[in-house]
């Protein structure tokens, strides 16, 4: 009855991949760019382990996790060869020292404090960390982020945090019913690192992480390189047992 089951979710896995993937390119189309200059990542919080592992074997290689203690079971359990753990949650400097040597990718960084602590713990290791700048484009409270205002001098600090290679920019959009609500926030996000390129000649920040379920397509036709799905694969969130 187990591998029944077990089978079903992987089915159903598949064919949400499948449909992702095909929204993904129909948006892409639409916007006259290729379905491989998107990254799909995966967010598999509140997952258990067994559907992590079934994506990977269905050509999923990128994994989104927002709770460090959580994650790090899965990352210690499960790391072959290709896959990506992506830090998307907000990430606490006495954290660092945990985060900087297990994820591949940190989407979420906001400030200039925690950029030096995943710094000095990235040096240690002697690696450079992929990261991105976490912009609260629309303002809300409830939201993490640097404001619009003070990204600009954020980069210019990080620029001299050797061991951080900064990747892009992320952002979250407000929650609404029409996506189409939710666009100017994405194209925001764009024209920012577009001004960042002017004011920054020689920076290169080639990654806009934006867009989730209800909202990746909307993110793709406004240049989204990233986007971050978990419903629409896995299904509705999972309570974690603590």
């Known amino acids: 009855m187990i591998e029944n089951n077990l089978a079903n979710r992987e089915a159903e896995l598949a064919h949400n991949i499948a ?45 989104g996790e927002n709770r460090v203690q959580e994650a790090l079971q899965k990352i210690a ?34 400030s200039l404090h925690v950029a030096q602590a995943l710094d000095r713990y990235a040096a240690q290791r002697e690696t450079r960390l992929p990261v991105l700048l976490e912009v609260n484009i629309a303002g809300e409270e409830s939201k993490e982020g640097t404001t619009p205002a003070q990204l600009p001098a954020l980069v210019r600090q990080m620029l001299t945090l050797s061991h951080l290679e900064v990747q892009g ?19 925001a996000l764009r024209l920012l690192r577009e001004q960042l390129h002017n ?27 990233i986007v971050r799905v978990g419903r629409a694969i896995f299904g509705e969130r999972e309570r974690v047992v603590k």
């Not at 990506?84 to 994820?103: E, L």
């Open 199 to 225: 004011e920054l000649p020689g920076l290169a920040m080639p990654h806009l992480s934006m867009g989730m379920t209800d909202d990746y397509q909307i993110a793709i036709e406004e240049g989204a390189t």
């Open 77 to 110: 359990a499960f790391h072959p060869q290709g896959i990506r753990w992506h830090m998307i949650g907000h990430v606490q400097s006495n954290k660092a020292t945990k985060v900087a040597p297990a994820f591949d990718w940190v989407q979420s960084v906001d």
């Open 19 to 63: 449909q992702v993937r095909a929204h993904i390119a129909e948006a892409a189309e639409r916007a006259g760019r290729s379905p491989h200059e998107i990254t799909l990542v995966a967010v598999s919080k509140t997952k258990p382990l067994e559907l992590v592992e079934a994506a990977y074997r269905l050509g999923i290689t990128d994994f």
């Open 169 to 187: 920019l992320m952002t979250v959009a407000p929650q609404v019913e029409n996506p189409e609500e939710v666009r100017w926030v994405f194209r």
